[in-house]
């Protein structure tokens, strides 16, 4: 053999290995191991070679620019599942009067830590209109935005998350907004990014604090002093004035609505067809709150748990129209403050759960066609908030099945 | 518009390791098409990560890591397939290198194994690794590895004893 028995692990036996490849009865006079085995089915001859230095470059250079606006958005450092990030429906569960309301999170200024590497000069927008009113004050979950329109390309993976980025760590102030990401099936990037900000007199941007790169989903518009920027007058956007900026080679699409709310979109990749494909996707987009409906529910949580909805994933909400396999995430808090620890619950159709993570604690079934999973680092963790097991928590947990007409955006229903 | 200039030590290491990646995409998979497609997008990743990673010191087997990690998350995903045929397969082999018969047979035996025996049996006996630095590079324990490659061996023998038995 080669240079890996000498580097083995005293502990391996290789020998052993070799010795159950000799004895195999398959020519073992031409094909003396398995690393010879491989290396002459390495060297067959191959078709011409479609892999292309300069385009990995080109989408390597938009995932490494994508990655640094999820971790400003969220703050961590893995993108993972959250190559969306959103902000909306953080409420805290509240029985001693018998119903619940927002936690803190869902005032309009919610405060998020993020790790800006970039700074851009940014327009401020006029607020124009009432302040978007909290939603989620009876668990329904809604978003800001639903898309009526989309290009065929990006129609199998759609990431959204409503979720709370309450974490009060210091830092910069952003405003209460929602960001959905459609990643394109060419699988390399996220294919557009939208978000939807609602007026404050906290938005960083007329406050002078470090601001997030563009491509965050969370600035408006850039300004035409960046070397690499430019803005122009874009088409108008169901009534509303919008306006174009380009930075580096990605359009974005801007406008206010009546309600004061900025939207923006932009398309990942550079393509010819992007203000055509963004201007198309404007007109359609839905703008407001809009329940969104989830296959799950959670029933009887005790008041004593303190629970709190901290961010809600969803993977191919379409699914079933396009084939792919539909996943939901639910980060959940128990307890408040110093005391507080966190579980998730994942969704996915049945045979397509993922189970418990390695190196988490938790709990599984199938119900109704869903495989529903409940995990934590340390189940001793939750159970110190929720009594009297993880597996508790799961109990209370119901499907409502695969048919999405039967889906509710009622998060947590039945509190007792 | 404006379009990213790529780094030019990027190209540059990528040019000398594009056939290399290749391969090993290759054995993972064995499907050409599908190994361009992996190792396209383990170049991808790895760009994206060039800034931190040009100056690691086992660049090659990071790239490996990113790789292999794809490989594995693919055959996770519900559109993984493979698409080519034995006969399009042998139409891209060649007539000197290995014996048609056999290739085909060790080729469809390395197919049967499941991803992660396969990987395992590729990182030990294509690229030399120690059952330690295979560990590292799956993410598993070393005891993993050696119940792997185990029976990654086991498994090959018996489906090339039945192919064999067929064959005669």
Known sequence: MTAANENRDSNDNPDSYDKEWAQMPHQPQQDPDPAGVLHALAQETAPPSAMDVLRAARDGFRLRRRRQVVRTLTGVTTAGALAAAAVLVPAQLDRTGGTAHHGSATSQTATVTTKATATATVSCPAAVGAAAAPVGADFTVKVAARFGWLPANLGNEIYEAPGNYSLNQGGMVYPQAYNAALRSTSNADPGIFLSVVPPTSDDPSCSGQEMAPHGSGILPTLSATSATSSKSSGPEVNGHPSTWALHEGVYTLSWQTSDGDTISLSEGSPESSAQADLTHIADALQVGAIPLPLPIQIKGVPASAKMEVGQIAQNNPQAGTTGATYDLQIALTFGNGNTADQAGISVAPAGHGTGIPSGEVGACKTSDGLDICVTAPNDKLVTDHYMPSLKALLDDVVSLGTNQADWSPNLVTGTN | ?168
């Open chain 2, 1 to 168: 518009m404006a379009h990213h200039i790529p780094d030019g030590d990027f190209v540059d290491y990528m040019t000398g390791r594009s056939l290399w990646l290749r391969r090993v995409a290759y054995l993972l998979c064995q499907d050409w098409h599908q190994a361009d497609d992996l190792a396209q997008t383990a170049m991808t990743k790895l760009y994206a990560q060039w800034p931190r990673a040009r100056a690691f010191d086992h660049l090659d087997a990071y790239l490996r890591t990113i790789l292999v990690n794809t490989y594995l998350s693919e055959t996770r995903k519900p559109w993984w397939r493979r698409l080519a045929s034995h006969e399009e397969v042998g139409a891209d082999l060649p007539a000197a290198t290995v014996d048609l018969d056999t290739s085909l047979e060790l080729r469809d035996a390395l197919a049967a194994l499941p991803p992660r025996q396969r990987a395992t049996i590729v990182l030990r006996y294509y690229c030399d690794l120690s059952v330690q630095q295979t560990a590292e590079e799956l993410g598993c324990s070393q005891g993993t590895v050696k119940s792997n490659t185990s029976r990654g061996l086991v498994a090959l023998r018996l489906r090339l004893e039945s192919q064999n038995e067929v064959t005669a």
